[in-house]
């Protein structure tokens, strides 16, 4: 029996959208080539590598932090198997968690590799080789993103063998931590995964192209966060670039260029986490023969509804243009099923919330004070430090600080960026307040509990104002 909508890929864009379109009434499959579901996402990045985070969070808290609390617990000792049985566990449970939804919502799993014939029409071909073909009217193609490779010096792509030089997927299963890591890009997952085997004992060393960390986030939170990971023992190299990778018997010789030319020099390591970024996955779909629109980073192009330049195809997350994110991906799945479904599907690309999960994190949502800059807006600012805010003192998360910038004639907030321990779930007021166009006046008026690390993006809010209280 023909489908209504047909999604290729079950990440957080593609099972999103399948049961959002399979809520609407719609008669909904789902292609996946791996064996489990979830994506990216669920299987080898946000999830075990924040479980991973969390852990080696805790580890470094407890042989650096707790004595303070007056906590005596000794040097604590790592059982990295553990560790990775608790990553490995919660992986599980979250990828074994979509298939429950996908049957509840009677979508229609097939396992297999997608391929789009014509519109219309998807083939899949199991691992076994068995071939099968399912008619649609509605094809959604939600493939997703892989680790972009690193070129050396002479062009040639630098290998990753997972073990030595490791991409994001090899750094999530480290057997044993290295004596020395080596990461490639400054960039989010660059910084959250070398923090996780930093605490975990690595000397860990960043080389980052550019002359500044976090790249698209704003200036003044780079410039603190990468004084706090020096703290923690990251060393940088900054506008740097990575010519060579050369293997030894026990790891690898990395050659590093200033960018602006000079002397290189070599730097060893036991393990190389290359973190340069990552770029759309369309392989084996078909799609040049079909003339699917590509857009010179090879995404594919849509239109406001999702929709590609070939009738009855469409494509959503990391696939097509904007921020390589999960929650991103989720909100265009469910905007192109309702659209399908003939409802109104809309995602607000000016409210998506950007979070790093180092310590403290770093959470973002709006425009940051540069881009404010480049487009000519007038804008007030609010800062507020987390010195300041009782509740921080007593956790000893004093690091950080709240930005709020709100347009200097309307007041409106345009963004905010937090710096500090548990922005990333703080940062979500703010992006209430925006999706409603408040202002910085609204935020300042809103009650706040007592005591909270929150009560800093209030008084970040008023300080826009020119009147914080508690400094
Ligand atoms: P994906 O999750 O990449 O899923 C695509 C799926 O399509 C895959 O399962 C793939 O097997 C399947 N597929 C591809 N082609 C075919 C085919 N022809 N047939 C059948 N199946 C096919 N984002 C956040 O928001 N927060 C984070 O904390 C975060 N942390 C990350 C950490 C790491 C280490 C990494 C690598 C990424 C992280 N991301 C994070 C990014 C996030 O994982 C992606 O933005 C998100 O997974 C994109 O979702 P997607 O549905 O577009 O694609």
């Known amino acids: ?29 789902i292609v996946e080539k791996w064996s489990t579901f979830g994506g990216t996402c669920l ?3 946000c999830i075990p590598s924040k479980a991973l985070l969390h852990a080696s969070e805790l580890f470094d808290e407890a042989g650096h932090g707790f004595a303070e609390f007056g906590i005596l617990v000794g040097k604590p000792k790592l059982d990295l198997a553990m560790m990775m049985k608790h990553k490995a566990d919660t992986v599980a449970a ?7 939804l996908l049957k509840k919502n009677k ?18 071909t199991a691992a076994d080789g068995k071939v ?8 959604v193609i939600a493939s997703g993103s892989v680790v972009a490779p690193l070129r050396d010096g002479k062009g040639d792509v630098i290998e990753v063998d997972e073990t030595i030089i490791v991409s994001s997927t090899g750094a999530l299963d480290i057997a044993k931590v290295p004596a020395k890591m080596i990461v490639v890009g400054a960039g989010v997952i660059g910084m959250e995964l070398g923090s996780v085997w930093r605490r975990l004992g690595a000397e860990v060393t960043v080389v980052e192209f550019l002359d500044r960390t976090l790249a698209g986030l704003d200036l003044d939170v780079a410039k603190q966060f990468q004084r706090l990971m020096e703290k923690q023992g990251i060393v940088f190299h900054l506008s740097s670039k990575v010519t060579g990778i050369a293997k030894t018997k026990s790891g690898a010789k990395v050659t590093v260029e200033p960018v602006a030319g000079g002397e290189a020099q070599t730097l060893s390591a036991d393990v190389v986490l290359i973190a340069t970024g990552r770029i759309p996955y369309t392989e084996g779909l078909g799609l040049d023969a079909l003339g699917i629109a590509l857009d010179q980073r090879k995404r594919i192009v849509v239109d406001a509804h999702y929709a590609t330049n070939v009738a009855g195809i469409y494509a959503i997350g990391d696939v097509i243009a904007g921020p390589m994110l999960a929650h991103k991906a989720e909100d265009e ?23 790093v999960y180092t310590f403290p994190e770093v959470a973002s949502v709006g425009r940051t004070e540069e881009e404010l800059k480049a487009a000519g807006i007038a804008y007030n600012i609010g800062k507020f430090p987390f010195t300041a805010n009782g509740r921080a003192r007593a956790n000893r998360t004093t690091e950080g600080f709240v930005k709020v910038l709100a347009d200097q004639s309307t007041d409106e907030v345009l963004g905010v960026h937090i710096f500090g321990a548990g922005a990333g779930d703080m940062i979500h007021e703010a992006a209430v307040l925006m999706e409603f166009r408040g202002s910085a006046e609204d935020l300042a008026r809103t009650c706040h ?21 508690h400094i």
């Not at 229609?108 to 083939?123: M, S, W």
């Open 107 to 124: 979508v229609d799993a097939h396992i297999g590799t997608g391929r789009i014939l014509a519109p219309g029409r998807v083939e899949v």
């Open 132 to 139: 099968s073909e399912l008619q649609t009217k509605s094809i």
């Open 94 to 100: 979250n990828v074994n968690g979509v298939a429950f």
């Open 449 to 469: 509990a007592h005591p909270t690390m929150s009560e800093a993006v209030k008084e970040a809010a008023l300080a826009v104002g020119k009147r914080a209280i």
């Open 1 to 29: 029996m023909p489908y209504d909508v047909v999604v290729i890929g079950s990440g957080p864009g593609g099972y999103v959208c399948a049961i959002r379109a399979a809520q609407l009434g719609l008669k909904t499959a």
């Open 333 to 355: 799945g469910v905007a192109c099923a309702e659209n399908l479904a003939g409802k109104a599907g809309h995602v607000n690309y000016d409210v998506i919330p950007n979070v």
């Open 43 to 45: 299987n080898v990045g």
